[in-house]
């Protein structure tokens, strides 16, 4: 496989013939750009469009509403004498005004570039100056934590932010300043934070990352601006040029052919703004580069695939260390639709999106999507549907599993299956882990990660100490623990070498959606094999979920396997002890010391119940198990002193065993409307799930429900056989079926 | 004071003058009804309401939607038999169906009466034939466990409500009835009903209570239907018929003259609806009643003064056991608000409430709003607005204050001092807590009932065990618990005897609106005095509170004082041991059993400060205290086996002392948008918080902040004083000012 975090591997797979012709390319696309050299603003609003937007930009509401929020914005800021602060704290007064001076001279470039007003120009004009004072003057920033310290910022990553958006706002200005004020502007802070990167930062430049994103789309875009075809070469093409870093190397290590971003949704979203902008600014320097067509378009598939990645709220997927605030009204996601909206054919089912956000770029695209949303009649829904986004560069490193209740809705259930690879540093220790969301909302969660962002009081707004303690662990996950340590030893040099593999992914009865996953990695000498199938029927109004969880050694282990529900727990079947007067921790290392024991019981001979309230909905588990089975009631939060982590509630499986297959369905039913006081469908239609037999051929689970439910579920554990017949014998009945998966609904 | 929960006081209160003239009216109403005694329907919905309804019906959208909701619901239904089983659950599926049935009678009723399909009619005939012979055969509900049982119903509380509606359905097919029919009907269920309520139930019935108030609605306007004047003069009167109980007696006990109904918010919800319903079939029989126009308007004065206890969500202020999903969606504030509407002349501000609740009466009432909302080019804004609200019968056993941040704006802040008498049985044992809302949301809370209402595996879906052992005491509210003890012993026999005093209730200047209540009642020797300030100033973008609570003995006590923030703990700035690996509980009774013990520290020399996040604002308390004083965080939850309560946090400060004076500001500040990961004003604008001095005279508060705020608060201690000139010496400058605080802003 492909180790992308580490870059030594990658040199081989770059040839020599592609090579030349990226030679070859960028001579025409150089000489090309050299042409349009004198022309600004030039980057990402044109000049080409500052005539279409002189001429429209109050006819369409959401162009005209974008302009005067903008407007209304730095007309208040502009007021103020530039504020340019000694570099001081990590989320402060300091990083937050650096921050805010970014995003108001941006701003204020496009303004002056729309309506001639100097008082914008003059602005910018003297933040960069002051700017060009201070810069020379900064060594590592003092709030530096982390091993990619920034000058004006903690961290490089805020530093390419500031580079991008100012050499913007820079562009707007070009003409507006004096040749001697461009060369203090150029030769004292652009240049020097370009250089910065290209040398000191060489390495994380170079790095298949999204921070290495966020670098080359600045210097990137610096270099246009600088007419410095040095900069944009080794943006493109890594420091070496070579191809061994840079921006088209990361286009093709960081997202696979399904467009799947590896990190997961919260930093697809994050890193969709520098390749997209560095895009939009390419397609306008060199129009040969083909950027948008690039490997097969996988900038689409890339916002596609992520925009998959969403509750019916509009928030991410959270897997990895997302934070769970992003939605699809996040402005990376808003930029991003309105360049895919002008560069691939004008897909209409991205007006509704597009209406959310309720903002445009003000660009040629953004003009494109104001005008289009204003025209149209009605809005074609925007089709989410289930799917299995492969992950790693070659599509090989396993992947994301969504099924959903019903395409096109958003708000019906969704059940997420993990078998992606690591997932870079923010990758979290988790495989075959499962996700559940309904009402737009968690039902089972997962985590996330642990962090305030911008917080300052809580760790500088950094990932907090528990993210690692607990957030990144595997007990945080919806997955099987073994023996209370994460998988691959909580190591990211393990986990980075492996990944789970697709078995089953067949949405083709959209009255039975299955999909699972095998893995042998995570543990040494133990195998999971996960099916989740997705079961609607006449007698039910919502599908049930089926979970199979198989999991075998040839040595006995404890086998732990949580469900962090969201909601208030209505009703057990089982019997517990309730740790009501005092309570301890569940365990003392890989996250477990982060869990309170709040009850603890067994199963009963025929498995357990358990069911919760979330929002205006019940749900209930059914499990199959034993009385050898514990049931264990957890509350995140212990060992938490300075109360960092939310303090949410899980149930927990916990056998011991040499193998076994946690069998369990998951239950939407009734509704709960507090504001009529009227509930209905309290208890499920599921009476017992039972595993009949699983063993490395076939598991066999039988389910049976309250009225007419009586379902048996057949899973092949063998090799991959999708067109294979299959023959077994199931409570003295010979069952006949093709394919690694049968359900049989007597 | 009057006794409003024992009877026997009120005969005395009641004079022979008042007797004859009720005979009086008597006399003439039930002539003039008797003239009108064979139209049907002629209760809610009336013949004349008819007329226009057919002409009208389509014309206005939200008529027409909610009679086409209605009828949608209703044709589902009349598909299927009708199903009347024999009475078993309290939560369940027979509890739920007879909920249902007359739910769905109500309805068909009314389409019957408007589209004249017999299919209606006799789906209500043939259910109602159902309950004519199940009726007879019933003794006391099978899983009664209140003291007020029904028949077909657990509590006698739901056989109202089935009464109340079914009497509707009845009158509306009345004369589709065959004669035969119509007497099965009458003898054997309605009659029964009403029997039941006059004799059996008769202490409930004259009861001036909630539950009172539905027996008398359902009575009357069974009787109405019925054409028996007994039960509507028993209605009106009480089963004596001379004023010692029924609708007229609840409406001059249960509402004070400002329009505060004793229970709360959510009971003054739930009391609406029989409240208004029956007003309205009574000014339809017998307008000479004047119904409408009764105690001055009190029924004009009881709706807004609902609607003022209102936040920017539309949920009501939860005081005592309210259950917190209930909003001014609710269908009995609907239907209170379209007659309001209609009966106290159009005001337009409610327009956009109803517009908001989304549905009308079915009557002409709700035509009237529908066609005004159809009208209706701008809807002026309801205005919410700062209040003292009495409490009381006669408007003097304290209140309930409520301060805003900004008139007609409901999201902002909003403080309430809780000040009332007990509230009757659902009455909690807190005088003079504090909640504070902001963003429409709960940000320090009440924590209400412990309650899933109708949710079957909740205890029934009663009030759980944990409302009494936890909600209701003292130390569930934001107020000061003395010795670990609830106010009154916890013993409702003490606790409606007495009620705090308003203090002060100024808003007539909009920088500094101060509220206060002092109260010498709640314990023994120990006397309280709590001001909240809402205080607005050019430094600040959002008003500060104020918070002095003093307490005085002469003998020393244990005070504690919680405050239950909603939302994630940022920041301290005192130190603490956290019980972050083992968790014992607060105490042992009186509600602390129900508490964790999750950290403890001591305040600094200068006092301490504590910051949290809730949604997307940051809210810091800062209080004047000692190293002698614990700062207690707590967690909701401890001796809970069946995780019946919710989780939610407090911190609670702790002090040994005679007499000491609690005095804190809760500030809210900056922003946190996740969405956009950007955040603002983490951190406070106040310092520091110090008592100079607090006496029998006057508590001296000063408050400091980081740049420009300097303030010191005084409030008189002694007799009040509205008009009386003070003269005091604070760091040796003397202050002169009028009235019992003065607010000095240096």
Redesign the interface.
Known sequence: MVNRWKLTAELISFNRKELIMFRILLLCGFLAASLLGGEHPNLILKQSDLKSISLEKDKYPLFAQTLAAMKKDVDAEVQKPPDVPQPKDA??YTH?TH?KNYTVMYKAGILYAIYKDETYAKYIKDMLLKYAALYPTLGKHPAAASSSPGRLFWQSLNEANWLFYTSQAYDCIYNYLSAADRKLVEDNVLRKIAEFFVEEREEEFNLIHNHGTWSCAAVGIAGMVLNDKEYVEKALYGTKKNKTGGFLRQLDLLISPDGFYTEGAYYARYAMLPFYAFAEALENYDKSLKIFTYREEILKKYFYTTMQQTTGSGDFLPINDA?????I???EIAFALNVVYHRYGQDKSLLEIAKKQNTVIINGSGLDVAKSLAAAKTLPMFKYNSGWYSDGAEGNEGGLGILRENDYSNTDIIAVLKATAHGLSHGHYDKLSLSYFDQGKEVIQDYASAR???????WG?RYLPENKSYAMQSIAHNTVIVDEKSHYEGKIAIAEKYHPEQFIFDISNPEVKVMSAKDSTAYRGVKFHRTVALVSDKSIKKPIIIDVFRVVSDKEHQYDMPFYYMG????TDFTYT?F??????LGKSAGY?HL?KE?EGNAGSNGYQF?W?QGERFYTITGAGDSTMKCI?T?I???????NL??E?GLMMRKTAKEFTFANTIEAHGS?D???????G??GEVNTVTVISSDNNYSVVKITGKTSLNWILIINNGAKSVKQKHTLTVDNKEYQWNGDYYLIKK
């Not at 305030?452 to 809580?458: E, H, S, W």
């Not at 939060?637 to 109360?643: N, Q």
């Not at 507090?674 to 209905?680: I, L, Q």
Request: aromatic share 14%; glycine share 6%; proline share 5%.
């Open positions: 989320a402060g937050e921050k934070i769970k605030f992003k939605n009204q996040s402005p305030f962002i911008n917080v300052d009081p809580k707004g208030h727990v209505i009703n309730a009501d007067k005092e309570r301890k921790t010391q309170w009850a069911s309230l009631f509350r939060g212990a060992t938490d002193p300075k109360f939310r303090n509630a709960f507090g504001v009529r006081e009227y509930t209905s309290v208890y």
